[in-house]
């Protein structure tokens, strides 16, 4: 079985599995990607870089969206 | 053709249109199309995996001749702000920010040293910044200075419905601005956008007005009825107040006058 790290997804625990990178986080958590900006310690990720950026334990990730606004 | 121009963009329509507060989804884009809005305001949020109908950018995207237009609201200092303009741009693709800093729940008025500070930055990177301010027309002419794409003062507090309260001031904006002027916050009636059109504003932003309306597409359409009439009335030039009455018809007496 391989090993679990834990990451801070929008502020709560998420495990996913060691070497896991950001594109595989986002399809384990339901998102196409497409409409979400990644944010991986303050820095953002861009959707072709998602690939290769493997995520850490503890690392902290935001996902964020554009919802509606004035 | 008239064109509403903010950098090197040109749009036909002068309303634009925010999207939220709306019962759902699917009425705010049916208000979007019926406003013909080409411009309309977004938030950024957090990802939410059980809510995800609220993710705006694909239905927003999908109507054609429509740019996204994201602010910065949660910002409480030039740095949220900015930092929130970076990420709105990876997700938008679009040069425009609305620059909007308001540490107060209370009020919602906007920090004009924080938007002067963020808008600064903005437009050296290259964004179309839109900041969203007080009336107040010597903050209008530095952001202009700064390179600013437009500048929006309230007319009354967001979402309170209380019209153009600042209308004296936005109007020494108008006479001293370079760049387009364009009420955000507070109109509540398409009467009212009529209005800020007729003194010379280049375009009003909506959102609580349409989306609490009983009818929220009915209520886009009229307010981009009222936008377009008052932006006619404003091109062909209103007439001069007058402190007395000026007679169009002839005062001239004829009843009984002897032939």
């Known amino acids: 079985m391989s090993q679990m790290i834990t990451i801070e997804l929008n502020g709560q625990q998420q495990p996913l599995p060691t070497g896991s990178a950001v594109s595989d986080m986002l399809s384990i958590i339901g998102s196409d990607g497409k409409s979400v900006a990644v944010l991986v310690n303050q820095q953002i990720i861009r959707p072709e870089n998602r690939p290769a950026r493997i995520l850490q334990e503890g690392d902290q990730v935001e996902l964020l969206i554009f919802a509606g606004g004035g | 053709m008239d064109l509403l121009q903010l950098g090197s963009y040109t749009f036909s329509s002068r309303l634009i249109l925010g999207t939220g507060k709306f019962s759902s989804a699917a009425v705010m884009l049916q208000a979007v199309r019926a406003s013909g809005a080409q411009l309309v305001t977004v938030a950024l949020?957090?990802?939410?995996?059980?809510?995800?109908?609220?993710?705006?950018?694909?239905?927003?995207?999908?109507?054609?001749?429509?740019?996204?237009?994201?602010?910065?609201?949660?910002?409480?200092?030039?740095?949220?702000?900015?930092?929130?303009?970076?990420?709105?741009?990876?997700?938008?693709?679009?040069?425009?920010?609305?620059?909007?800093?308001?540490?107060?729940?209370?009020?919602?008025?906007?920090?004009?040293?924080?938007?002067?500070?963020?808008?600064?930055?903005?437009?050296?990177?290259?964004?179309?910044?839109?900041?969203?301010?007080?009336?107040?027309?010597?903050?209008?002419?530095?952001?202009?200075?700064?390179?600013c794409a437009a500048v929006m003062p309230l007319g009354s507090a967001i979402g309170s419905g209380q019209g153009l309260a600042s209308a004296a001031m936005i109007e020494l904006i108008i006479r001293e601005s370079s760049i387009p002027v364009i009420v955000d916050a507070g109109l509540r009636s398409p009467s009212e956008a009529a209005h800020a059109m007729e003194m010379g504003c280049e375009a009003v932003l909506v959102n609580s007005a349409v989306a609490v309306a009983g009818n929220p597409p009915e209520m886009a359409e009229a307010f981009a009825e009222a936008v377009a009439a008052g932006r006619k009335a404003f091109r062909a030039g209103l007439m001069q107040k007058s402190g007395s009455a000026i007679a169009t018809s002839p005062l001239t007496s004829f009843l009984g006058a002897n032939g």
């Open chain 2, 45 to 147: 949020r957090r990802f939410n995996r059980e809510q995800a109908e609220d993710d705006l950018f694909g239905p927003l995207s999908a109507i054609e001749g429509v740019t996204l237009m994201p602010n910065t609201s949660g910002a409480s200092t030039a740095a949220e702000a900015v930092r929130a303009a970076h990420i709105a741009r990876e997700l938008s693709g679009s040069p425009f920010i609305k620059v909007e800093i308001h540490p107060n729940p209370q009020h919602l008025m906007p920090d004009p040293i924080e938007t002067f500070e963020a808008a600064r930055i903005l437009a050296k990177e290259g964004f179309l910044v839109m900041p969203y301010i007080t009336a107040d027309p010597v903050l209008a002419k530095r952001l202009e200075e700064v390179g």
